[in-house]
């Protein structure tokens, strides 16, 4: 696998962080209880058609408002490997119900905004400044420190998504920090 190709169990929000999270949002479901997916994959489907009347995935806010739903649905499972079981399988329906909007690239790249910028106040403020493409680049980078660093020096220094680039490849954080 190559550092670009990732899987979909990379993008698997992390169980044991979001099962407190998930119980806020869904009434608690004894672990021995199959959890009825029907109405959890309805109860999501409504959301993001509730969600994408507004706007489409292009917009940095509502793919995050999108991979942060996916997170929450996805911590009802509480195990990881229910997880992954349950993320393949509405990666397809939602395919095919959304259709090129919401591809499984697309999901994947929600669910990595909301996993890596996960305060949506933050998110917001930085999707004030930066585009989509300068969020692509700053979500591959590994360190919360560093992508902190990359979202203030483009706000700062008004780089654009090339200079970003070319940043970023220079290890400009770790020159700076390291």
Known sequence: MTENEQSAEDFIPNMEENYTEAEDQT???DQTEAVDQEDLYELLFSELDSILANDKPANPLTCWM???RLRRTLA????PENGIKAFKELQKQIA????HEL???????CLQFADEFPDMTIFEEICKTLS???LK????????MARTFYCEMCKVEKWSVADLKTQILQKSFEKEFG
């Not at 095919?96 to 259709?99: A, C």
């Not at 591809?103 to 790249?109: A, G, T």
């Open 27 to 29: 009434e608690a479901v």
């Open 66 to 68: 999108i991979g942060e």
């Open 76 to 79: 009802v499972f509480k195990t």
């Open 96 to 99: 095919t119900r959304f259709g």
């Open 103 to 109: 591809s499984m690239d697309k999901l994947q790249e």
């Open 132 to 134: 989509i493409e300068h």
């Open 137 to 144: 680049l700053i979500i591959e980078v590994e360190s919360d």
